[in-house]
């Protein structure tokens, strides 16, 4: 059974930092794209950062670039997300998503994380 668990969420303020991890199990971590997404109340979900199999080549939404550095340790089929100088509209449901094509999709349940003084 596939699992992806996020954790590390929370409120910080502005200028702050969290960390948050993404713990995974049920399939070949190795082999799956794993990324970032958020979705902020009456917005669309969108890409934040990704990550290749290999961990050798990511990408990152321009709204955060500089700002949050995306990870990933195969060993431990753990996904991490650095995230820096926190803005207020950095607040949204975080999830972790694994692709490796159409039929191996999975999501996580998100984690909420709130930017505010």
């Known amino acids: 059974q596939v699992q992806l668990v996020e954790s590390g969420g929370g409120l910080v303020q502005p200028g702050g930092s969290l960390r948050l991890s993404c713990a995974a199990s049920?399939?070949?971590?190795?082999?799956?794209?794993m990324s970032w997404y958020r979705q902020a109340p009456g917005k669309e979900r969108e890409l934040v950062a990704a990550?290749?199999?290999?961990?050798?080549?990511?990408n990152y939404a321009d709204s955060v670039k500089g700002r949050f550095t995306i990870s990933r340790d195969n060993a431990k089929y753990t996904m991490y997300l650095q995230m820096n100088s926190l803005k207020p509209e950095d607040t949204a449901v975080y999830y972790c998503?694994?692709?490796?094509?159409?039929?191996?999709?999975?999501w996580g349940q998100g984690t909420q994380v709130t930017v505010s003084s």
């Open positions: 998503n694994a692709y490796r094509n159409a039929y191996n999709d999975y």
């Open positions: 049920g399939f070949t971590f190795s082999n799956a794209r």
């Open positions: 990550i290749a199999s290999a961990g050798g080549s990511t």
